[in-house]
């Protein structure tokens, strides 16, 4: 079984602030989403029960302080990271890795 992700992030986040996770999933399994700043602290964690096999996922980031984080995204045995950073500037920056 395989967790397929996608991101997307609004170009001008100065005025959104959100990074948006689609997970394409087995239905018969949950999915926990885990997000780690760069000293190893959780940020956000949320588990989604099976049933559905996608999921959108929607993070508020306007109150991340600049830095990388790492998003995990968990399905049975499966683990799919991905790292991202915050970059505050005149404008909100996101980069996926």
């Known amino acids: 079984m395989q967790i397929t992700p996608s991101f997307r992030c609004p170009q001008d986040l100065s005025v959104a602030s959100k990074l948006w996770v689609g997970i394409e999933k087995p239905a018969d ?4 989403l885990t997000i780690f700043d760069d000293r190893q602290r959780i940020v956000f964690h949320q588990y989604h029960t099976k049933g ?20 995990y995204i968990r399905s049975g045995k499966e683990i799919v990271k991905k790292i ?11 980069v996926l890795k």
């Open 84 to 94: 991202f950073t915050v970059k505050t500037s005149e404008m909100t920056q996101v």
């Open 52 to 71: 559905n096999a996608m999921l959108v996922q929607r993070f508020d980031i306007k109150n991340l302080y600049d830095g990388e984080y790492a998003l």
């Open 29 to 32: 399994q949950g999915v926990e």
